[in-house]
């Protein structure tokens, strides 16, 4: 089960006791903001791509965010191509629904984080099942996911 991948990462670097996990499903973001009891947007999606080179990219965005395509061929050189979803548990160990940067061994999946994540003080990552989610600091969840670093390649709603 993939949520004891990430459970089993996240006690070997002294956060396992963040997470959460539910009676109700949390693979939604709005799903998981009730599960949580949080606003949508503290909510951190990872969405996964794969690059022409066969390599995976995931990008950890606020709930509320959405990749903007302009942004993402700008900074990655290429077209948003979203994983399958036979793809996902190859590249994430993760299933749809559960998908985190917790526990990822393959090589070439590299792993960032979207300034959407910058506006919280708390964000609710999934925990590598659709029931689950830990809460972190912007900064801890780049740390403990391992990310390259800080991009901008998300959009926010309009208010």
């Known amino acids: 089960m993939s949520i004891e991948i990430a459970r089993a990462y996240l006690e070997s670097k002294g956060y396992g006791d963040r997470i ?12 998981a903001a009730e599960a949580v009891g949080t606003e ?23 709930g509320d965010a959405k990749v903007d395509n302009k942004k ?3 900074y990655f050189g290429e077209k948003a191509k979203m994983l399958s979803p036979d793809e996902v ?8 629904g559960g998908v985190c940067a917790f526990g990822v061994t393959r090589e070439d999946v590299r792993i960032y984080c ?5 506006r919280f003080d708390t964000v609710y990552p999934a925990c590598g ?31």
Request: hydrophobic content about 35%.
């Open 20 to 31: 959460m996990e539910f009676d109700v499903s949390s693979a939604t973001v709005e799903l």
């Open 40 to 62: 949508p947007a503290r909510i951190c999606k990872t969405l996964s791509f794969k690059l022409k080179d066969g390599s995976g990219v995931l990008v950890q965005v606020a």
């Open 72 to 74: 993402y061929k700008e």
């Open 89 to 96: 548990p190859e590249y994430t160990n993760h299933e749809i």
């Open 114 to 118: 979207d300034e959407s994540l910058r």
């Open 129 to 159: 099942s659709s029931n689950s989610a830990a809460g972190f600091t912007p900064d801890e969840l780049f740390e403990l996911s391992n990310a390259l670093e800080w991009i901008d390649v998300s959009k926010l709603p309009e208010n």
